[in-house]
């Protein structure tokens, strides 16, 4: 009887040790993962503070081509409007294009301003072009004698 307890003692310790053998494997491989946790969450911080930042300056970028944007298609808009009021006064426009002022003696400036009221207020200036004076090859050459 006495040997079969201590038989039975040293399966039990068999078993206990085994048993510590495997908690031991198995808190290695949480440790493992914890730290492969850790290194993932100090990325993934790193990587949204990196993609904050450059949303924010490219945010900046994206204001300035909207409103460059909002203002060619309002000048566009006004130029149409234009169109549109010298068609409905019998105004042929493609028929005279070639002999329009801004493209002889004037030169054609458009602007476009949004008021508080949230209409559109359109300014058309034809301003006569300065003619700048060449200095030919001859009145060069009487200069220099």
């Not at 801004?102 to 054609?108: A, G, L, R």
Request: no cysteine; aromatic share 10%.
């Amino acid at each position: 009887m006495i040997k079969t307890l201590k038989k039975n003692k040293s399966v039990k310790d068999k078993k206990i040790a085994d048993l510590e053998f495997i908690t031991q494997i198995q808190e290695r491989v949480v440790d493992w993962y914890d730290g492969k946790l850790a290194e993932t969450s100090n990325q993934f911080v790193e990587y949204a503070t990196a993609f904050w930042n450059n949303e924010v300056v490219h945010e900046k970028e994206k204001e300035g081509w909207t409103k460059k944007y909002n203002e060619v298609v309002r000048a566009y808009n006004g130029l149409a409007e234009m169109g549109k009021f010298a068609s409905e006064l019998g105004i042929d426009i493609r028929k005279h294009r070639k002999n329009l002022p801004e493209n002889k003696d004037y030169d054609f400036s458009q602007d476009s301003k949004l008021l508080e009221s949230g209409k559109v207020r359109h300014i058309f200036k034809l301003n006569k072009k300065t003619k700048t004076k060449r200095k030919t090859n001859n009145a060069k050459k009487s200069k220099r004698l």
